[in-house]
């Protein structure tokens, strides 16, 4: 089946509103078709609101980049996926290696946002990898088994249809490094198989599957080729409107 290719920017802590602003208002006009290519960007919290009301009318959707579990409560700091839903946000990303890492998110903590994320017409994205070590020690696979069937059990098959899954190789992210084409695909088409294990075949095809780990305009393609790769989840090329733009041309449908 044709799963339509998905791009999403991750801006992490990164520009200012004002900024943010001037990005949505470069890029106006010239993203691709949704039909040929979905994109959002996804940006801290205190960008969502001016993002939202500048790319209303476009193709460009806007995305937050972490939400807590509870619709509200005395959770000083932290993000209501209720505030996200009403601003306006279609996608949220979940379990990125940065919150695991600097800030001890567990897959428990992460499932419970992936179900909040759903409870309030939020698209996750959930995002899996192994470190440098795990890579080099063969244990990979295992590694986002583990990430994956924690991260997302317990959804109905019409939510995990619906999923996408950043498979980001630790070592890859901000360092220049990327998985080759064929360790790309290879996880990617891991993940593939083990989201069919728990829900099936048809969710499985279904399931958007995206890379991340240093992509940029001069190798998406490369990375788009590859069958089980529906898409890519970018940072620092996702920062600038022309690359961003780049981007999303190299990501198309032909």
Same mark, same amino acid.
């Given at each position: 089946?044709?799963? !339509? =290719? ?15 602003? /001037? ?8 993203? =691709? ?10 940006? =801290? ?10 790319? /209303? ?13 509870? %619709? ?18 279609? $996608? ?9 890492? $600097? ?13 909040? #994320?759903? #409870?309030?017409?939020?698209?996750? !994205? ?32 019409? %939510? ?7 498979? /980001? ?15 790309? %695909? ?10 069919? /294990?728990? $829900?099936?075949?048809?969710?499985? %095809? ?49």
């Amino acid at each position: 089946m044709t799963r !339509i =290719p998905f791009i999403a920017g991750n801006w992490k802590m990164n520009l200012t509103v004002n900024q943010a602003r /001037e990005f949505a208002k470069e890029v106006a006009g010239k993203i =691709p078709a949704k039909e040929k290519v979905e994109s959002a960007i996804c940006a =801290p919290a205190t960008h969502l609101e001016a993002l939202v009301s500048l790319t /209303e009318a476009a193709d460009l959707k806007i995305g937050a980049e972490n939400c807590h579990f509870e %619709q509200k409560g005395a959770f000083t700091g932290e993000i209501s996926p209720l505030t996200l839903k009403d601003l306006g946000v279609k $996608y949220v990303i979940l379990g990125h290696s940065e919150r695991r890492g $600097y800030f001890f998110e567990t897959d428990e903590l992460i499932n419970k946002k992936v179900h909040a #994320a759903f #409870a309030n017409n939020l698209t996750p !994205i959930v995002c899996c990898g192994e470190t440098l070590e795990e890579y080099e020690a063969g244990k990979a696979l295992d590694k986002i088994k583990s990430q994956i069937k924690e991260d997302i059990k317990g959804l109905k098959e019409e %939510q995990a249809e619906k999923l996408i899954i950043a498979y /980001e190789p630790i070592w890859a992210i901000g360092t220049g490094k990327s998985a080759g084409r064929e360790d790309a %695909q290879k996880m990617c088409k891991a993940v593939r198989e083990i989201v069919k /294990e728990m $829900y099936g075949e048809k969710i499985s %095809q279904k399931v958007r599957i995206q890379y991340g780990g240093s992509v940029k305009p001069e190798n998406i393609k490369e990375y788009m080729a590859c069958e089980d790769v529906d898409g890519a989840l970018v940072g620092g090329a996702s920062l600038k409107p022309d690359s961003f733009i780049k981007l999303l041309e190299g990501g198309k449908l032909a």
